[in-house]
């Protein structure tokens, strides 16, 4: 690369223009890149530009790098993200000694990279990795590169660690909001104290924590199955005395992908998706209540399979340290020993298995290869040491502090040795706390009833077909009625056959896969007649299985109406079950209200018709249909929008039918996704009309803000969406909560209108909460008179992230949420 640069060098100098005249990727010392004139630089395979810009809704300029072959402008890096250019006057400049320098109005120095080299011949150049350089033309040695340097996002081959030998870190930073890219809250850094592991922190509060790596992964996860294969990017660690760092590749080079800490303390690594034009989450943590750091206290141990019952348990030989609390589901006083150790106290170890080995804080590493017996030996002899584990990256590790932010896996994860007085031993020292039985077991069960039941679709149309032969044969008027019988049974849904499915979608392709959620992926395809269908394909390890199924088979082939996603048909080949729906253009709800882009164009009016819609489509659900339904997982992504925007309720799997007379019900299996889920259905399992209703307030909220409820955050209180809206509510001050994306005018009265109506939906109590046909009045009405709202349910985070543990089901790695189905659309 040194021969081109020189050349280039050697032109420039030769001419006697100024100025930056085309999309190279170099800059030499006699040239400029101006944000007057719309000058770039451009990597040589034209994967990366570097030019000026300004985030969605900001007339700030800054200087940054972003995917040129990505058609939503996502910057990777930010030269200027803390001291933008307030016009157009900026200018990107090299100086002799290789200083990167941003100047605006001539004179005013906004940013510089602060380079002490004195380099002959300085070029500035962007790679093709996304990389910017400062090249000694010379040599070809690097000067200073931005990868050294990183924002909030890593590309392949960026770091994210240690070089030891000249202590140099590089660590991520999230932007301090969608329209600001100044240093925000949240960073992701490797610890690299014993075991190493990566932190993220908001301040100096760890709020997620990986686990130490262990050869393979971080944190000794499950890992994935075939289905769950991760055909994206290859993660890399490398530990040695000079490194400690992690980094990715691209499986493909045809492939996008990138990983972000967001201004909301969300970890995810998404890839574009050239067909559906958006980012997809391939992995998002923290991925459910058990990632939050010491959530359970010290001697706890956190189970997010161990639902309704509770998500924390003390290790056994240890109590809660506060009773109290702990029956109050406030686990973080955590446990205490039965049996207080000491020196004179006899004392062994207890095996526990599967787990997210404790925090790293008090590791004392042994790095010499020693036994399992060694390395309890040696951690016998010393009085503070509580617990060892042998692991494959450093051997013994050994604890001399309480045991913090440890989680129990269905499979994966590792041993831990727990030291107890002896009379707590029993006559098992190693006998690990039972589990549940796994999640793969209950899918395996629930696929072979599932196989059963489809069958019978097949069989019942045979069996009508004969018995209405048999009717004219015989004219009996006893067939008649069990024709009339059968006939009610029968679902009368086209059957389609895998092979039409496969050519509707290119054979499952990647490409047209737009979503995944817990019964499976979700692919767009077109059919021969050119009908555009989505395709709900049930993965074999679905969480969701015959009952899920069966639900949304039954409910949505019998309920018509405009704001209700249409069932075309289903597939039933093999162990093959799919779904097949109307496609809806405009996608899902979630990608428009909380998307930087999308959420700019959605004016109130659209957004108000969309509330309306809902509205109507479930007051049609309770009331109006003739199998009387609630949906249980109403929520954003749930909603679907066609092409002018109406929207669609969708995914019934979880949907109940209530009799005419029937209030309520309720169930021991509480599923649904946290944040919208009522306080009487996640903490009792109750749900009826007004669970639905709840979750229509959360809805509301988020579509009237643009935020979603979960990992809301403001910098002036720990209140999640709900309890801010209720905070401005009494304030005075509702229209602080409206979307700052949202394009003017917006009529002040309607929108303080739906907060209200929202917050009279989310409050504690059901009988508080307006039935839907109110709601549709209130919002019909332009003088509605509506009474205060009161406090509403699950109004804090502390207590919202606490629920999540009733959220269930298969958590897939393309999900934002926890929940039995997330689906980014169909």
Known sequence: MVLPIILLSLFTSLSLSTEFTAALDTLSLN??????????????????????????NSGNRYIGIWFKQVSLQTPIWVANKDNPVTDTSGVLTISPTGNIIITS??????????????PASPVLQLLDIGNLVVVNSNTGSYLWQSFDHPCDTLVPGMKL???ISKNQEWYITSWNSLQEPSTGDYTYRVDPWGLPQLVLRRGSTISYRSGPWDGVRFGGAPPLTPLKENTIFRPTFVYNTTFVYYSFVNIDDTIISRFVVSQTGL??????????????????????????YDLCGPYAICNINEIPIAICHCMDGFVPKVPVEWNKLDWSGGCVAKTELNCTVAAGFRRFSRLKLPDTSYFLVNRTEISRVGCEEACLKNCSCLGFAQTDISGCVVWSGELLDMREYHEGGQDLYVRLAASELGSNKTTPRALIPSVTVISGVLALGLISWCVIIKKRRRITAQRRAQRLETGSQQVQENNRSTAEED????LFDLATISRATDNFSYENKIGEGGFG??????????????????????????????????FIAKLQHRNLVRLLGCCIHEEERMLIYEYMQKRSLELHIFNQTRGRSLDWQKRFDIIVGIARGLLYLHRDSRLRIIHRDLKASNILLDDDMN???????LARMFGDDQSEE?????????????????????????????????????IVSGKKNRGFYHPDHDLNLLGHAWKLWNEGKPMNLVDALMESPIPTPEVVKCIQMALLCVQDRPEDRPPMSAVLLILDSENAILPPPKQPGFYTERFTLEMDFLSTGIYPLASNEVTMSVLHGR
Not at 647 to 653: E, L, Q
Request: with cysteine; net charge negative; charged share 20%.
């Open 31 to 56: 040239q400029t890149l101006s944000d007057a004139t719309g000058e770039m630089l451009v990597s040589a395979d034209e994967s990366f530009e570097l030019g000026f810009f300004s985030p969605p």
């Open 105 to 118: 109005n001539q004179t005013n120095l906004i940013w510089s990279s602060n380079s002490t080299m004195l």
């Open 161 to 163: 660690g240690w070089d």
């Open 267 to 292: 970890l995810e690594h998404l890839t574009w998706n050239q067909g559906s034009g958006e980012w997809v989450d391939i992995v998002t943590l923290p991925a459910d209540s058990c990632d939050t």
């Open 491 to 494: 679902l009368e849904l086209p």
């Open 521 to 554: 992926p979700v692919y767009k395809g077109q059919l021969s007649s050119g009908q555009q269908v989505a395709v709900k394909r049930l993965a074999k390890t679905s969480g969701q299985g015959v009952k899920e199924f069966k639900n949304e088979v039954i």
């Open 647 to 653: 929207p669609k309720i969708s995914d019934f799997g």
């Open 666 to 702: 309720n169930t021991n299996r509480v599923l649904g996704t946290y944040g919208y889920m009522s306080p009487e259905y996640a903490i009792n399992g109750l749900f009826s009309v007004k669970s639905d209703v709840f979750s229509f307030g959360v809805l509301v909220l988020e």
